[in-house]
């Protein structure tokens, strides 16, 4: 077989489209959904993944799939004390099993070189900063014997004092410079205190969330292999295997041309894989070591502890307003861990420096670093936990006034951002609210809580705002036509699940203006052109930025061409780092509106979600098939985040409890019954030539408060600790409402 020959020969049988494949089509009216019709070759029809075959009748293969001749396994072994050193490893009852070829650690591990990334400096030292911290690597020629040696290994271990509890109050919070992503630690716009303190109407409230983990379906994998010449190729299950190429020549001591990383296929990510992981370093340095191809798929109970998770807050939002609603004073106060390896601090003050017309705001982000693994990307990381919190606020303001919440959030839409004062690329944030309330039937809504019933069931609704700012990254592709009218775009773009290969070639298409179906793509290699990682819902904008580039030039060449085209046909290459690194005026971000309804059980207490609808305005929409999917995919997991996902962190062990789907509970197709994605027809020229914005995270956004909020309808008591699960609803629950028809009486 070919596996360690050519890793990028393989891609374009994933990019063929089968040009009988029926096309649904999508219309351009005004609000847009999917059920319209348009060309089917233009950009903005529902063209299908051109990768759905594949994935249905498990002919796409995913990087633990790729087992070259001769291939070995390695069973990391993480470590089972919260803080400490490694004392000994003793390897001579594992390297006796059958199959084992080695057994390596911080003793004999190969040298890597600094990363700017310490959570991928793995065996090169004896510290345990954290429990599931890899502590060695065991290589055997079949995965069963690789377990079986990784359990037989003992490790001793000299423990140290852990804490791996967040407090509000806790003795070591600081304020860092900066939260992810560059924002500022702190932001203070007027006087705060003066404003808040002088309001009509005040609210005060303190919102917390767990951890959470984001558990792709596909586990963290990585097949490496070294050539007699030193050349390293790795299959890896990544979200941009341009930066995994670019870390690994850095640790390795390896110019970039001397790696490819290839990432065909990608069973989700969200952003676990958005950096590289410790696996893809151990499989590397396993090979290395032994000589032999080494495949290592991560078992999905070491995930919680070394591909990152969405940091637990504790979050207080206060918001003076007067009696008309209109918000006077706004601040937006976390608390949040990191660990001791590096510093992360999710930004969910961000948002809020974004939304709502504040004369005065204060946003501080506080950190605290602790034992516990490093926390990472999670889809919408910072908007998601932020916005559950500033929604939720919301609603407590609408409930204080007695204005509706919809009514609301429209009397304080700023004319310009709070933060910065720049004006909006586009912002049609009421036009959602508005759509969405005529879609989902508000008016008809009882304002009062707790007074909806069916027999032990009560029911409410609730509204949230969602958005989610635009980003983009400089990125290179080239076009090439080929004499019997067909074209080939590369671009080193990653296919996370999104349908990127589909979109990128209706891009190429709309911009050579020619047919989808003869453009063909190549992606998720890293000997393709470099292009950015898919992550913050820049992907098909930094991608398909450098495809329309790379087309739009080829076009060019090709009407000032005349005659047959030479058999080498004509290329063309583009680069969009000048485009990409160009500073805007306007302040540029998606947005959009979430409605819910959910009953609650009396009896168990348990929340099931009716209804959910999202609204959105996000720009030009490229492909209603994979958007909608995009949405309703971010919807369903903010379900998750409001009703069940937790990752507890055991203060006296120091490791996450939920570290398997038995236990780490996402939602199922049973939890989300009727769910809808719906989106206005947005004009933005200060985007991008295809006039996007990113949808893959702001659907999951506003899920969670407006789910919140519809709990609180229902049952008429404030829970504002996520996730509402039965035993925080129970205490609260009632026989019935009381004879007012207000709120019950608490059971009991």
Not at 262 to 281: D, Q, W, Y
Not at 312 to 338: C, F, K, M, S, W
Not at 404 to 410: A, H, I, K, N
Not at 438 to 461: A, H, I, K, N, S
Request: proline share 8%; charged share 20%; net charge negative.
């Amino acid at each position: 077989m070919n596996d360690r020959l050519s890793p990028t020969d393989r891609l374009a049988d994933d990019d063929r489209q089968d040009a009988a494949s029926p096309r649904a089509t999508a219309s351009a009216a005004e609000p847009r959904t999917s059920a319209g019709r348009k060309p089917a070759d233009a950009l903005g029809s529902d063209v299908p993944r051109r990768e759905a075959r594949l994935k249905v009748t498990g002919a796409a293969r995913y990087a633990a799939e790729h087992t070259p001749p001769g291939c070995a396994y390695a069973w990391p072994v993480p470590a089972t004390v919260a803080r400490g050193r490694v004392t000994a490893v003793h390897s001579d009852a594992a390297l006796a099993l059958p199959g084992v070829q080695a057994v390596l650690s911080h003793t004999n591990a190969p040298r890597l070189g600094t990363p700017d990334d310490p959570t991928l400096a793995v065996l090169q030292d004896d510290r345990v900063p954290h429990r599931g911290w890899y502590v060695a690597v065991v290589v055997a020629d079949t995965p069963e014997n690789a377990r079986a040696a990784a359990e037989a290994l003992g490790v001793e271990y000299a423990t140290e004092e852990h804490d791996v509890r967040l407090r509000a109050d806790h003795p070591g919070l600081y304020t860092p410079e900066e939260a992810n992503g560059g924002h500022p630690a702190v932001r203070e716009r007027g006087d705060f205190d003066a404003a808040f303190d002088a309001a009509d109407v005040r609210v005060d409230a303190t919102y917390t969330m767990t951890a959470q983990h984001n558990h792709p379906m596909e586990p963290h994998a990585a097949t490496a292999w070294w050539d007699d010449e030193g050349r390293l190729t790795v299959h890896d299950s990544s979200q941009g295997s341009t930066t995994v190429r670019d870390t690994l020549a850095g640790l390795f001591g390896l110019p970039s041309e001397a790696i490819t990383v290839v990432s065909e296929h990608v069973g989700g990510g969200f952003g676990s894989k958005g950096t590289p992981r410790p696996h893809v370093v151990l499989a590397a340095m396993a090979a290395r070591h032994t000589g032999l191809p080494v495949k290592l798929a991560l078992p999905r109970p070491h995930l919680a502890a070394v591909v990152g998770h969405r940091a637990p807050t504790v979050q207080r939002v206060r918001i003076g307003a007067g009696g008309d609603g209109v918000i006077t004073a706004l601040a937006h106060e976390i608390v949040t861990h990191t660990s001791t390896v590096k510093e992360f601090v999710e930004q969910a003050a961000v948002p809020a420096r974004t939304m709502y017309t504040s004369p005065a705001g204060r946003t501080v982000h506080r950190v605290v670093a602790l034992d516990v693994p490093t926390p990472s990307w999670m889809r919408a990381p910072g908007e998601a936990s932020g916005m559950y919190a500033l929604e939720s606020a919301m609603d407590e303001l609408a409930v204080a006034t007695g204005i509706d919440p919809v009514e609301l959030r429209v009397r304080n839409e700023p004319d310009t951002e709070p933060d910065s004062g720049r004006p909006f690329s586009s912002r049609h944030l009421v036009e959602c609210l508005r759509e969405g309330a005529r879609r989902f039937g508000w008016d008809r809504r009882d304002p009062r809580p707790g007074v909806r019933r069916e027999g032990d069931l009560l029911l409410g609704t609730g509204v949230a705002a969602a958005t989610y700012p635009v980003l983009v990254s400089p990125s290179t592709a080239a076009a090439h036509a080929a004499p019997d009218g067909t074209y080939t775009v590369r671009v080193n773009a990653t296919d996370i699940g999104t349908g990127a290969r589909t979109v990128l070639a209706q891009i190429a298409a709309d911009a050579l203006g020619a047919p989808v179906e003869s453009v063909r793509v190549e992606i998720g290699s890293s000997g393709l052109p470099d292009a950015s990682l898919a992550g913050g819902s820049s992907g098909t904008a930094s991608w398909g930025w450098s495809v329309h580039k790379a087309c739009a030039e080829l076009a060019g060449k090709l009407r000032g061409h005349s005659g047959a085209l030479p058999p080498d046909g004509l290329s063309a290459t583009a680069d969009t780092a000048e485009e990409a690194g160009r500073e805007t005026p306007y302040a540029r971000h998606a947005f959009g509106a979430h409605f819910a309804e959910v009953q609650v059980d009396t009896v168990t207490g348990e929340v099931r979600v009716r209804r959910l609808l999202g609204v959105y305005a996000a720009g030009r929409v490229l492909n209603p098939r994979t958007a909608r999917s995009q949405f309703i995919g971010g919807m369903t997991m903010g379900i998750g985040m409001a009703l069940t996902e937790t990752s507890s962190l055991d203060a006296a062990f120091g490791g996450f409890t939920e570290r398997d789907l038995a236990s780490y509970h996402v939602p199922s197709c049973a939890d989300v019954p009727a769910i809808e994605a719906h989106w206005l027809e947005e004009d933005d020229p200060h985007l991008n030539p295809m006039g996007s914005k990113g949808i893959g995270e702001i659907g999951i956004v506003g899920t969670a408060a407006a789910l919140a909020n519809a709990v609180h309808h229902a049952v008429g008591v404030r829970l504002r600790d996520l996730p509402l699960t039965p035993d925080r609803l129970l205490p609260h629950l009632t026989d019935g409402p009381d004879p007012g028809n207000g709120p019950a009486r608490p059971r009991g």
